[in-house]
């Protein structure tokens, strides 16, 4: 049975208080939850537990991204982006194979939202080192609205019989994605990396939250800022200072093995780096620095900078800075904050026209 988009809607904002509860709570709150006690127990144990199966994903990070995605799943928020669109039933729903990365937990939940929401059927295959919560979660959501369950199919199996497609991978795999396919209306994103802009004049505030923009998820997502334009005699201890909160990252293993293995190369190859025992600043032209690491490089002219980053703009996922986006926000998308810049959504509402 097809539901309204505002039952839809109001569905979805239920859900979104399920990740809130999941985020913030510890012990079940009750039934207003939208959990049972066995269920909140059963995902609280997933979310704990899963660090055992993925160690970059810990229960911070975890909470974190349920916590980002509970913020968008409102109902106004879930309104104001669909108002600018053309939502129509689907008589002929089309297969859309999604391909999700691994890097930050969740990451492929947003191309799930959209293939659900313009109608069509969602075949999705996750990373192994990210498919155990969002089947879970879904679960949940399939209790709210039963009609969306025929729409969420997981699989583990070849992509055969697509109608579309929305791979996400490194540069390496969009080119077997190409191959594959090509023939399909399709979206394949490569990877990509975010930067910051400083102009000297930010506050110690400003430098705070630019820190949470460079560790967030240990630095693993495409939003994370891995490379920052500096002023010429731009005071690097404020930069450090700012980031000393983040120290404690360093006893994360995985992260520490990264540091080590990195600063260890770099020495041995002679390279000039500057190092405060959690992150090394390597001046750089590229614009992907390792994990455990960031680029930087001085500026005169922000202009050029500007055109540079232009010139780059298939690299870069988004630009950080007092103009741009905020500093602290560079992981907090909003829902129409697709991609690669490409309306995921538009593409799939285009599909029942082609």
């Not at 993925?54 to 913020?71: D, Q």
């Not at 194979?97 to 969740?106: D, F, T």
């Not at 023939?183 to 990877?191: D, G, M, Q, V």
Request: proline share 3%; aromatic share 12%.
């Amino acid at each position: 049975m097809h539901q309204t988009l505002e039952y839809r809607i109001g569905a979805l904002a239920q859900w979104g208080k399920v990740m809130e509860t999941l985020a913030t709570s510890d012990t079940w709150p009750g039934y207003e939850s939208g959990l049972s006690q066995d269920e909140f127990d059963s995902l609280r144990q997933l979310i704990a537990s899963h660090m055992h199966h993925n160690g970059w994903f810990t229960e911070n990070n975890i909470r974190k991204s349920l916590f980002a995605w509970s913020e968008q799943l409102m109902a106004s928020s879930l309104s104001k982006w669909l108002s600018g669109y053309e939502m129509k039933q689907v008589s002929t729903p089309k297969k859309v194979g999604i391909i999700c990365a691994g890097n930050i937990p969740m990451v492929g939940l947003h191309d799930i939202l959209c293939v659900v929401l313009s109608g069509h059927q969602a075949v999705v295959k996750l990373s192994s080192d990210d498919n155990r919560l969002l089947p879970a979660l879904m679960q949940i959501l399939f209790r709210l609205d039963e009609s969306l369950e025929p729409q969420v199919v997981f699989t583990d199996g070849l992509m055969k019989g697509m109608d579309a497609m929305i791979a996400t991978g490194s540069n390496n795999t969009s080119r077997y994605f190409e191959q594959y396919f090509g023939h399909l209306p399709h979206i394949i994103r490569k990877s990509r990396t975010s930067v910051a802009i400083l102009s000297g004049t930010e506050s110690e505030a400003e430098l705070h939250s630019l820190a949470d923009d460079i560790f967030s998820y240990f630095g693993l997502g495409c939003r994370n800022v891995s490379k920052l334009y500096l002023p010429n005699g731009f005071d690097l201890n404020r930069f450090f200072n700012a980031v000393f909160p983040w120290s404690e990252i360093i006893y994360h293993h995985k992260y520490a093995n990264n540091y080590d293995y990195n600063k260890a190369v770099w020495l041995l190859n002679n390279e000039q780096l500057l190092d405060n025992g959690f992150l090394l600043l390597k001046q750089e032209t590229a614009l992907a620095a390792p994990t455990g690491s960031i680029y930087y490089e001085y500026y005169e002219d922000e202009g050029t900078v500007r055109s540079q980053i232009a010139e780059r703009a298939e690299e870069i996922q988004c630009v950080v800075s007092q103009t741009d986006i905020p500093f602290g926000k560079a992981q907090c998308p909003m829902l129409d904050d697709y991609a690669d810049g490409v309306d995921t959504l538009q593409f799939l509402l285009g599909l029942t026209r082609s």
